[in-house]
């Protein structure tokens, strides 16, 4: 009997992925399904639905469901900084051929709040870089976006920021690109200058320009291995001759499609470099 209830759980989770596809035009289908499994769980819960039939039900019928559910399906955990030895790396290794670039192209995929691009927002000022960068951070969630985009954080988060930042090998204070007020810090607004906010979807989106650098990190570990292999392709598709990709510290090129496009950079931060014709 149980195994039959998780067999019929498990088809329900599939009709309700399909329905937001069909309906909404978000596209699940590629994400890792045991991921996904815990989250609508916590999301039943919140919705007071007992299964996913009768939220699928919900999600169909009621507009103002989907954009809620959204924020349960997709994963919305970073911090500044956060693995400061990758941004050590990127200081050390990648800053330096950056340079030799009169303007400079990055993508930030799968963005979140926003913690990600800000850093490396600062990272680049703190290089005499950001100046001629363009930053383009995108994710499918637009409510995210719309928090990136305001650069607005709580307070409490500021600690492990600062902490983060000075072992990344900052090159001033965190608190000279930020005003606290009322609990909550907002990121200047010469910051936000050179960052252009957009909806994208790795399953389903194509590329929209060439890139120095892309930084994708902490979200190919919830895809399946055919979705990283097309995230990876658009990636390498995007960037430019001899161009860079970070990826997450638990997030590897080694058993990809793409593998042999790229070679390893600084293998232990998980950043590569797009081979020489490819």
């Known amino acids: ?84 030895g990758y941004y050590q790396s990127l200081r050390r290794e990648v800053v330096p051929l950056l340079r030799t670039y009169p303007s400079l192209k990055i993508w930030v995929a799968g963005c979140s709040a926003g913690e990600e691009v800000y850093s490396l927002a600062i990272l680049l000022q703190e290089e005499g870089l950001l100046d001629r960068s363009l930053i383009y951070a995108t994710d499918i969630n637009t409510q995210a976006l719309r928090s ?15 902490e983060n930042h000075a072992r990344s090998g900052a090159r001033s204070s965190l608190s000279d690109y930020y005003t606290a007020r009322y609990g909550r810090v907002v990121f200047d607004k010469a910051l936000r200058e050179r960052m252009v906010f957009s909806d994208h979807s790795l399953a ?40 860079f990709l970070g990826l997450g510290s638990k997030e590897s090129l080694r058993f990809s499609a793409h593998s042999d496009a790229f070679e390893d950079f600084v293998l232990e931060d998980r950043i590569y470099r797009k081979r020489a014709g490819l």
């Open 148 to 162: 990136a985009e305001a650069g607005v954080f709580d307070q409490a988060r500021v600690p492990l920021f600062t």
């Open 1 to 84: 009997m149980p195994h039959r209830k998780a067999r019929t759980a498990d088809i329900e989770q599939r009709l309700l992925i399909d329905a937001i596809y069909h309906r909404y035009h978000y596209d699940f289908r590629g994400y890792a399904q045991a991921s996904l499994k815990r989250r609508l769980n916590t999301a039943l819960i919140q919705f007071g639905c007992d299964t996913l039939s009768q939220l699928q039900d919900r999600v169909l019928h009621d507009p103002a469901v989907f954009p809620a559910l959204l924020e349960y399906l997709t994963v919305q955990v970073s911090e500044m900084f956060r693995d400061p």
């Open 204 to 243: 389903t989106d194509s590329v929209f320009a060439e890139m120095h650098f892309v930084s994708c990190r902490n979200v190919l570990i919830y895809f399946d291995r055919e979705l990283q292999n097309r995230a990876l392709g658009l990636f390498r598709e995007a960037l430019c001759h001899r161009g």
